[in-house]
């Protein structure tokens, strides 16, 4: 069936790095695919999305490109900041329409 | 902005006590969902509304768990007995549609300890 994995936590950067998190899946037919994030305390926000081979997602600083030949959506950031700490979560949605989850990557970001 | 309500945050119980979780969808939003998340691990549905009808309840521990949504918008999540591992965070969501271009927003839990 469906899956996806992504690398697993804690990731511990300084402020201002680059921030990469891997994020490969498997899966049948076109899935479109999903970045979340989860700050402390909160519920899960939708950070980005790609629904086809090619597109890149971006928002706050962050981006995501839909790579289908080597089935990834790494989520990078070019200057992360300390407000960035939360949990990430990559997510597909596959064709009965149902989000497939990541055991999500905890970001934690040094001042 | 609208927002998923879920209450209560925090809910700490007995084993082969009874607990329920309740939520209240962003008003017009027809699909609702209920997932369980154990630390550490992503989310897993277990169940799905459409309205009022139940469209996947496949990983619903039928045994104890029983979920509602009668009128077709707030929703209650029952577990009776609660078990030890049932300790986790019950997150709901929902959305317009149930179809791929609807987005899911999500409420901010309720989080479990079963003792």
């Known amino acids: 069936g469906d899956s996806v994995t992504q690398m697993e936590g804690p990731v511990t950067l300084s402020e201002e790095a680059f921030l990469t998190i891997n994020c490969t899946y498997t899966?049948?037919?076109?899935?479109?695919l999903f970045w979340y994030v989860q700050y402390p305390g909160e519920g899960l926000q939708l950070l980005l999305k790609?629904?086809?081979a090619d597109d890149k997602g971006s928002n706050k600083g962050f981006e995501a490109t839909y790579r289908k030949e080597t089935t990834s959506f790494h989520l990078e950031k070019g200057s992360v900041q300390v407000s960035d700490s939360a949990v990430y979560f990559c997510?597909?949605?596959?064709?009965?329409?149902?989000?497939?989850w990541g055991a999500g990557t905890k970001l934690i970001i040094k001042p | 902005e609208a927002e998923v309500a879920q209450s209560p945050r925090y809910k700490i119980t007995e084993k082969s006590q009874a607990v329920a979780f309740w939520c209240d969808p962003i008003?017009?939003?027809?699909?609702l969902y209920w997932y369980r998340q154990i630390l550490g691990q992503g989310p897993e549905l277990l169940v799905q509304f459409q309205d009022e009808s139940v469209v996947d309840d496949s990983q619903l521990p039928k045994d104890r768990f029983s979920a509602e949504r009668l009128k077709g918008v707030d929703s209650t999540l029952k577990i009776q007995p609660a078990e030890l591992g049932d300790s986790a965070m019950y997150l709901c969501a929902s959305s317009l549609g149930a179809g791929g271009s609807y987005e899911q927003y999500f409420g901010p839990g309720t989080r479990l300890t079963v003792t």
């Open positions: 008003s017009g939003h027809a699909t």
């Open positions: 790609a629904t086809k």
């Open positions: 899966a049948t037919g076109y899935p479109s």
């Open positions: 997510a597909l949605r596959g064709s009965n329409y149902q989000l497939i």
